[in-house]
């Protein structure tokens, strides 16, 4: 798809819609079943470069995937765990208290699943489309205005969480620990949340890579879950061809 993948490679992998497809809720999504196997080996033949970059939370990816060595950041970045501790920042703010209140009645309201992502509070419609016009008009007129609140546009989603954390500080976080450092991050990921890792990709020579249509600014681009998968065995099986760096 683009040049050449080697050792010196750091991959950074969404989950939600780029490793497993979106299901009704978030807890009912599928694991492929090769999906461990296939994390655990590139992890292997990357010497550790490989990083899980999630808006979950750290239990949540855990509750689907069970592989506590590969490290990870959840929450959009507000959480992460590398070789086996586990970070978070401080989510204190009266905006965010005040935002959580206002979305918790919005969707108590509109019979919405509100989820406490333990970083992040999100408000799903995915079981209910037809009122994304109106979600996205609560937002604009009793949230946005927040001033230390992020609202996050998602997939049939709206999270929000208090400002200073977003998936491109995450990699950039992993890239300044070994064994990531020195290494051409790549990352692949499908949602608006994935955009920030997209620009610092792009903008400390790695390669981006969006998963499904829509606008971007990754430089590459992938159809479907399946097709992260097949990208992922190949990249798997070139890695078994060269010398380990
Ligand atoms: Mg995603």
Redesign the pocket.
Known sequence: MFASLCTSNALFL?????LVDFADRPEAVVVPSHLPTLLSELFTALNGAVALVS?RSIDSVDALLDLPLIPIAGGHGAEWRFNGTTQSVELSSSDFSNAVVLMAAFAASHDLLFENKSHSFALHFRQHPQLKTKVDQFLAEQIESLPDIRVIYGNCVREVQPRGMDKGKAVARFMQLPPFTGRRPIYI???TT?EDAFQWVNANHGWSVKVGGGMTAAQHRLNTVADVGQYLKDFLAELGNQPRG
Do not use: E, S
């Not at 969404?14 to 780029?18: A, E, K, L, Q, R």
């Open positions: 969404d989950f939600d819609g780029t808006g990921g499908d949602d994935d």
